[in-house]
């Protein structure tokens, strides 16, 4: 499935998918102010659409439904035996210092000893991000590490 990005100039990005079978998108608008709209067009027709605007955490939430717990359940049970390892997600939010930032901008390992191992990004995991990945606000960081080490983490995507 290919995801259609299109630049929106002074507005942001959308991106859309089509869905199989029928004549029908969804997708969002990231807007550069941080905002987020859902876009469904209606059955049949992809040019007619309707648009809902999500606050943060309902854009996280809807990430989370589309697929983020998933890949941390899977990790969850796959490093049981490894005792103090902990898996978590972290959002990347609209004010988060880090939002249209490189990775490697965060020294987020160095800092922490933790690792980001995937990225949910509009439903689609992205694995073993590099020191290049752009993080985008409501980006959804699938990060393993220790208790201590998340929640330095999530600290450093909150202030820097």
């Known amino acids: 499935m290919n995801v259609e990005v299109t630049q929106l100039p002074g507005i942001g990005v959308r991106k859309d998918i089509s869905l199989a079978g029928c004549r ?3 997708g969002i608008i990231d807007h550069k102010d941080g905002t987020i709209d859902l876009i469904v067009s209606k059955p049949g027709n992809p040019d007619e659409t309707q648009q809902i605007s999500l606050s943060d955490h309902e854009a ?3 990430a989370n439904l589309l697929g983020a717990p998933q890949v941390v ?3 969850q049970d796959e490093h049981r035996e490894f005792g103090e ?3 978590r997600q972290l959002a990347v939010r609209a004010g988060s210092p880090y939002a ?4 490697g901008d965060t020294r987020m390992r160095t800092r922490t000893s933790v690792s980001i191992v995937a990225v949910m990004r509009a439903g689609h995991a992205i694995p073993s ?3 290049e990945f752009l993080f985008t606000a409501g ?11 998340l929640a ?3 600290r450093i995507m909150t202030d820097g």
């Open 100 to 103: 249209g930032c490189p990775l």
């Open 85 to 87: 390892l902990v898996t």
């Open 139 to 149: 980006d959804v960081l699938v990060v393993v590490g220790t208790a201590e080490g």
């Open 60 to 62: 996280t939430v809807l």
């Open 24 to 26: 029908r998108t969804i």
């Open 152 to 154: 330095a983490a999530a």
């Open 129 to 131: 991000p590099g020191p």
């Open 73 to 75: 359940a899977k990790l």
